[in-house]
Each structure stands twice: as C-alpha cells, then as structure tokens.
C-alpha cells in the first residue's frame, strides 16, 4: 500500500465510525470482497471512499442501504470490479512478492525469538562467550513455514470471496462443528507429526546474518509497498 | 417500470445528456433521470457505468466537500464524452425510427 492509498485508508477507516451497524456490517462484507478483486489497493480505497459518500448521504435522508445500492451486493461489486481497470501483471507480481517479503520478515523474527537454539545464542552474545552463534533451521520448520504461508493466502481468499455468505448460510450448526473440529484437529496433528519426523537439521544460519536477512526482507517489503506498487 | 435489459445500451447514453447540461452528483443523476420516468434507477445502478465511462474518458471527476463527511464526487463531460453522447443521439434516433416504423405500420423503408 503506498502512501497516498494509506491517507486514503485511514480516511475512510475514519468514516467507516459514522455508519449505522447495519449499514457497517454491508459495507465490511463489499470491502471484504472488493480486497480480492483483481484491481489496485488505490483503487479499492477510491471506491470504498464513493461507497462510503453514497451509503453516508442515504443514512442522511433516512434511507435504507437497499434502496441505493438494490439486495444483491454481490452483483454489484462485480459491476464496479467490472468497471475498473484490472493490475498489471507485474503489478501482480510486485503485490505476491511484498507479500511474501512481509510473511518471510514475520517468519524470521518469530524463528529469531522462539528458536530452541535462540536463548542459548543470546546467553552467549550478553556474555561475550565465543561459543555456538549459529541458528538452525529444521526440515520441519520449512515445511511448516511453508504451510502457514499457502495457509494465509488461502485464508484470504476464501474470506474474501465469501464475504456475501453467513455462517448460516453456508453451513448447518453441526456440519459447522464438525468441520471446524476436523480442520483444528488435522492441523495439530499435521503440526506434531512435522515437528517429530522434520527435527533434522537442514541448514544453519548466524543470528547476525538472520537479523540481517529479516530485516532486509522487511525493507524490501517497505521499498515495494511506498515506492514500487502501482497505483 | 422499464425492463433492465431495455435499460442496459440506452442508461449510458442518458447519463452523458444529464452530464452534458451541468457538473452534477451520483444521486442527482438518479434523481434527475426519475424526473424524466426512469423510475428504476438508483444510485448503485449508475455508479459502475460511471466508473466505466470515467475509465473510457467520457466523463471527468473531481472531489468536492459534501455536508455528511466524506468528499463527492462531481463529474462533467468531456470533448470525447460530448462525441459519444452525439453518436448515441445519432443511434437512437435510427432506432427510434425503425421501431417506431415497425409498430405504426410506418412501412419499409425504400
């Protein structure tokens, strides 16, 4: 998100307090999925800023959301996305690897703090002990990394795209549970069973050269979300 | 009511002549257009074809203070919208004719 898409954002997060909560409510779920859309974050803001002037003006003149913008808000959101110009390709791009570079910063600091070998490295930095200062990297902990970053674009996505559907609507209360409890339950166990058979080493990093990475990617991310991004 | 497929090729052409007469609003167009019998029309079904006539160049916007908060949009023809809106004039006077010939045993034309 670059900067003029940020003010924009805080603008509209700004106005988003002055909706009623039902009018909020509609408005999250046409955000929600305008997020997926193919079309720039500017252009996101842009709409949800016009979405916002037309829903604010109507709750003004007493008049239900419905009435300006018709029941089928899905319909309509795909008539604005239609609208709009689609990104780039390498806009695209630029979006998957600010992503990325943003999860993997994330990744590596959690990795820097909860390591099993970070405590003892630290110990030995404070010390001045000139000892281990490598920080390993297990095949499990890849495998996992992996997993928790095809997860979270997963997880958005199906969000987004399903943002018009209640809870209600997509599933009854018991298939619910039961569905829940088995995605909770696979993912523990898929979690135990990688930690237990991924516990070989598959490289080693020095802590100062991981710091150096996860900030370098945190920077790459900053570089890509202000300067590169298209608008 | 008019149907919304009958709607569909002439509600673009119509928003460019409420344009073409002065800068206006989203909502003023909705409200101008139910002057005129199109009772249907609200604001959310004008907003994607504004968007895409501003995407085409037809039409320019800019933001102005409104008394609710957040800034409105305010939009006016430009000279390629003003080409278009006399292509669709152009068009929907043929059509116009034909149907008209159709239905009032106006006969072939020669």
């Not at chain 1, 995605?183 to 930690?195: A, K, T």
Request: proline content about 2%; some cysteine; charged content about 20%.
């Amino acid at each position: 998100m670059n900067k003029q898409t940020k003010i924009l954002n805080r603008q509209n997060n700004e106005l988003d307090k002055k909706l009623v909560p039902e009018n909020q409510t509609i408005m999250t779920d046409m955000v929600c999925y305008l997020r997926v859309a193919n079309i720039s974050d500017y252009d996101q803001e842009l709409v949800r800023h016009d979405l916002l002037e037309i829903v604010l003006s109507a709750q003004e003149r007493g008049e239900e959301i419905s009435a300006v913008i018709g029941d089928d808000y899905k319909q309509f959101c795909d008539e604005i996305i239609a609208s709009l110009p689609e990104k780039s390709k390498k806009s695209k791009w630029l979006d998957f690897v600010d992503t990325i570079l943003l999860c993997l910063s994330v990744l590596g600091l959690i990795h820097l703090v909860l390591s099993k070998d970070s405590f003892q490295v630290f110990k030995h930095l404070i010390t001045g002990k000139k000892d281990n200062f490598m920080i390993s990297f297990t095949i499990g902990d890849i495998i996992s990394y992996v997993i928790i970053l095809a997860a979270s674009f997963a997880i958005v996505h199906y969000i987004g795209k399903t943002s018009f559907k209640s809870v209600a609507q997509n599933t009854g209360r018991v298939k619910r549970f039961i569905v829940g409890g088995a995605i909770g339950v696979g993912i523990m166990g898929g979690f135990i069973l990688i930690n237990a058979l991924g516990r070989q080493t598959m490289f080693q990093v020095h802590v100062i050269a991981l710091c150096i990475v996860t900030l370098c990617m945190y920077a790459g991310h900053k570089i890509l979300q202000n300067y590169v991004q298209a608008k | 009511m008019i149907p919304s497929q009958m709607l569909k090729g002439t509600l673009e052409g119509c928003i460019l002549k409420v344009i073409s007469v002065k800068e206006t609003y989203g909502y003023e167009i909705s409200q101008e257009l139910q002057g005129y019998g199109f009772s249907n029309i609200s604001e959310g079904t004008i907003y994607p074809l504004l968007l895409r006539m501003e995407k085409n160049g037809y039409i320019q916007a800019q933001y102005r203070d409104s008394l609710v908060g957040p800034k409105r949009k305010y939009f006016s023809i430009t000279p390629i919208g003003e080409q278009e809106l006399d292509n669709f004039v152009g068009s929907w006077k043929l059509l116009e004719r034909a149907v008209n010939r159709l239905f009032t045993g106006g006969g072939k034309e020669e």
